[in-house]
Each structure stands twice: as structure tokens, then as C-alpha cells.
């Protein structure tokens, strides 16, 4: 008899289980209150590439391997262009920005009061690009850690692009920002479809 019982409510725990996860899916199924909508993710390979140039004059520009300002008095101007080749058989558009920022002294036997003030050479460095104009890098920062430059470039297929922007020492940077060196340690390209 005992043996009956157990046997009896083992079945009955088992169905009541199985109901349970029925009821489940079923309610799922028919409630307007839950969706699961199936997200499909299309994943490219995009493959760019990308190369730094430098200028005094605007027009002459040779290699370069960085972004930095040390020793520039007001009204000094330092051109930069990147080249970007898009190597896809499709158009992509492509975002430029400058990041990791790095603010020190040129000289380390020198006067570092203007550094030890807070003082940044982002205050008084002026930006133009195609897209942006006359804009100190402090005006321009997001979210205190990046600067861009050129937004939503269209490059077609197999395509080379030249993204110029130029930097100019404010004509109204005083004497508080001598001795002032400011590296840019990043330039960050990405391109989507």
C-alpha cells in the first residue's frame, strides 16, 4: 500500500510539473504583454588604412608619427592631413577623432608654475578641419577625453581620402602658458557601411 501511495504522488508531482511549464509556454506564447523580437546583427569586415602626415606650410607634407605641441608661441599653425584608402568593394563612412590627451612641461628644468596651475596648451590651441572651424580643443572635448574632427566621411569602394585639419596657438595666449608641451597620443579612425 505504502509502495502505491509513493508511486500515486510521484506521478501526480511529475504531471503537476509538466502543467506547470505548459501553462508557462503557453502563456508566453499568447501574452500580448512579453515579445521577443528576433534581432538579426549583419557583422562586415571593414579594412581601411590609414596614414598621419605633417606640414608647416600647409601645402609640403611629409610622414609623421604624432600629434604634439611644445615650444610654439602664439599664432605658430601645424597642418595635418590623414589618408584614409578604403580597401572594400563597398562605400564606408568614416569618423576621425583625437584622443589621450597628455599635458606636461617642455622643459623639466624649466619654470613648471603654468603646468602646476592646471594650465592646459587645449585652452588655447585652435582646431579647423572641413567640419570644424576656429574652436579651442577645450570646447571641443567629449566627455573630457576626445576631440572629433571629421564626422561621417563618405569613402567609396576602393577609394583614398584625405582628411586635413590644422591646429594654430591662440594670438591671445599669454605668458601663463609657457613651458607647456601637449601630446595627442591617439588618432582613432572608424569606419562603418
Same mark, same amino acid.
Given at each position: 500500500m505504502m509502495k502505491k501511495n509513493f508511486t500515486l504522488s510521484l506521478v501526480v508531482m511529475i504531471g503537476s510539473? !509538466? !502543467?506547470?511549464?505548459v501553462a508557462s509556454f503557453a502563456w508566453f506564447a499568447i501574452s500580448d504583454n512579453v515579445r521577443a523580437d528576433i534581432l538579426t546583427i549583419d557583422v562586415q569586415d571593414i579594412d581601411v588604412d590609414a596614414a598621419l602626415y605633417v606640414s608647416d606650410d600647409g601645402i609640403t607634407y611629409t610622414a609623421a608619427t604624432s600629434i604634439d605641441f611644445q615650444n610654439a608661441v602664439p599664432g605658430d599653425i601645424k597642418y595635418y592631413k590623414v589618408v584614409i584608402t578604403n +580597401? +572594400?568593394?563597398f562605400t564606408v563612412y568614416t569618423q576621425l577623432s583625437l584622443h589621450n590627451f597628455t599635458d606636461s612641461v617642455s622643459d623639466p628644468s624649466g619654470d613648471d608654475t603654468n603646468y !602646476? /596651475?592646471?594650465r592646459s596648451l587645449l585652452d588655447v590651441i585652435i582646431l579647423n578641419s572641413d567640419q570644424v572651424t576656429d574652436q579651442t580643443m577645450t570646447s571641443l572635448l567629449i566627455a573630457s577625453s576626445f576631440v572629433i574632427t571629421h564626422e561621417s566621411v563618405?569613402? /567609396?569602394a576602393s577609394a583614398t581620402q584625405e582628411l586635413f585639419f590644422d591646429f594654430t596657438i591662440s594670438e591671445t595666449a599669454g605668458n601663463d602658458y609657457q613651458n607647456l608641451q601637449l601630446d595627442i597620443g591617439q588618432i582613432l579612425v572608424q569606419s562603418g557601411k
Open positions: 510539473v !509538466l !502543467l506547470f511549464v +580597401n +572594400n568593394d !602646476l /596651475a592646471g563618405e569613402i /567609396a
